[in-house]
């Protein structure tokens, strides 16, 4: 067994960092901004866990990975055993040790963080994932052994993870996915910079290795129905479409020229490339000033996505504190130090446009907090006779998304909730037998770790299904 490096920090305590992109440097491109630890790093970050007898990161990991079990075979530099130990529980372990926000889950719970910084389960985990795609290991395929087929519909976190759970226990799987690539929000949400396409398709190549057959152009409520996939010999049915509709402000002016919605915006820019245009065909428009309305990650993703294709002023709009921002804190960081502008406690009311129809200024409310409000992010209130106007010529509204209605229109008898959430119980079956659901359209917009929790629920009740003879067809 190898003997741990000393910490390079000399301080137990204090966490090492990875290396970034300068920020004058990253804005004039679309590489990923965070690189990553070198072998000397992960040596030194893993040397600092305490081998807890009862880990609370574990508990903290909605899918429940071994942490203290692959950090320690990091520390012996067995990585092989470090990613075979992640994807146990974790079939996506590169996108999620650089996406997952880590410091709301499992290194919330670290005992080291009472102290100092928490270990860098992130970034250890996407260490020994890289590793493993750099060495293109690959299970052996599986497929068939039980001789039952099962359709996932969508190839976003939660179709992919329950894709790869009930491929290794032996069933016949099939995705469909409605786009010409798999990864779901992975990538025409997520920029580039932040999570690179390669990485993505190297995890799904993976799981298709495993047997899992992929299906693209697949819109499920078109091409087939969930009822026309039984009767084509699916047993089970697992829907994992997401939340792709984007929620809008409903003031005057939204519909001028200049104004996307984050999925249009971010689709172009990651999943079209219009960053490398006229290469790419898929142009997009990004003027010289530009507001982001929202405080959510998908708020930031655009903002440093209109730095990097030429505006000179970008300015997140957000109406509460940067207390209440939902966006990860790294990622704050990262904007604030590419030069994005925060203007809290500010909320749209109004756009004005030009004679051709193009957006021009956009008139907004100081908002304040509320007194008194004890719900987990202070309602806010307006502020009369605070409106100001800024001249904008792109904005941006990310403000939320829904759930795609198709499959719930085509479906008899699936029921379904507010926003059209699937209907589902803790097992994630849906009103409808053999049909479970998983990840954003059953939960509402979350995370990808959150989407693959829900999933893996979800496969484990389709195996129990299946299991059941009174269920065999």
């Known amino acids: 067994m190898s003997t741990p490096p000393i910490n390079a920090s000399k301080n137990r305590l204090k966490a090492i960092q990875a290396d970034k992109q300068q920020p004058a440097v990253r804005i004039k491109n679309f590489d990923e901004v965070v690189l990553g630890y070198t072998e000397e790093q992960a040596l030194s970050e893993a040397s600092r866990c305490l081998k807890c007898r009862e880990p609370k990161c574990v ?39 650089r996406v997952c926000p880590q410091e709301e889950q499992c290194q919330k719970t670290c005992i080291l963080g009472i102290r100092g910084e928490p ?32 359709a996932v519909v969508g190839a976003g976190p939660a179709g992919l993870t329950v894709a790869a759970d009930l491929a290794k226990l032996g069933y016949s799987v099939t995705i469909f996915e409605a786009l010409h690539c798999g990864g779901g929000v992975l990538v025409y949400g997520i920029p580039e910079f932040r999570l690179p396409k390669r990485i993505v398709q190297s995890e799904i190549d993976n799981i298709t290795k495993l047997g899992v057959e992929f299906r693209s152009d697949a819109l499920i409520g078109r091409l087939f129905t969930i009822d026309e996939l039984f009767a084509n010999g699916y047993q ?11 929620k809008f402000l409903g003031v005057p002016g939204e519909n001028l020229n200049g104004i996307y919605s984050a999925n249009e915006f ?36 655009s903002a440093r996505c209109a730095i990097r294709l030429g505006a000179q002023e970008v300015a997140i709009i957000y ?3 940067r207390d209440q921002m939902p966006a990860r804190q790294e990622e704050i960081e990262n904007a604030d130090e590419e030069g994005i502008v925060f203007r809290y406690l ?21 908002m304040k907090l509320c007194e008194d409000d004890n719900t987990e992010r202070r309602n806010v ?10 001249d904008v010529d792109t904005v941006i509204i990310a ?15 699936l029921k379904t909730e507010r926003d059209g959430i699937i209907t589902n119980d803790t097992t994630f079956k849906t009103s409808l037998d053999g049909v479970y659901v998983g990840g954003d359209i059953a939960t509402g917009e979350a995370t990808v770790i959150s989407a693959m929790g829900t999933a893996k629920i979800a496969a484990k009740s389709i195996h129990e299904y299946l299991s059941n003879p009174k269920n065999k067809t």
């Open 399 to 413: 403000i939320g998304r829904t759930p795609n209605p198709i499959i719930q229109g085509t479906t008899p008898g």
């Open 381 to 390: 209130t307006p502020i009369e006779g605070s409106q100001t106007v800024m």
């Open 346 to 366: 500010t909320s749209p009311i109004k756009f004005n446009g030009d004679q051709e129809g193009n957006v021009k200024s956009m008139e907004t409310i100081s």
């Open 236 to 246: 089970a049915v697992f829907i994992g479409t997401g939340a792709g509709l984007p």
């Open 119 to 150: 270990i860098s389960i992130g970034r250890l985990e996407r260490f020994a994932a890289d590793l493993e795609q750099k060495k293109q290991l690959v299970a052996s395929p599986i497929k068939g052994l039980v001789g039952k087929k099962v």
């Open 319 to 321: 109406r509460r504190t």
């Open 59 to 97: 508990t903290g990991c909605p899918v429940g990975v071994d942490i203290p079990g692959f950090i320690g075979f990091i520390q012996q530099k067995n990585y092989d055993a470090a990613i075979d130990k992640i994807k146990e529980r974790n079939s996506l372990p590169a996108i999620c040790g």
């Open 266 to 301: 971010l689709i172009r820019a990651n999943l079209m490339k219009s960053y490398d245009f006229p290469k790419s065909k898929t142009p997009i428009k990004v003027g010289k000033k530009v507001a982001v309305i929202g405080g959510g990650n998908v708020a930031l993703d």
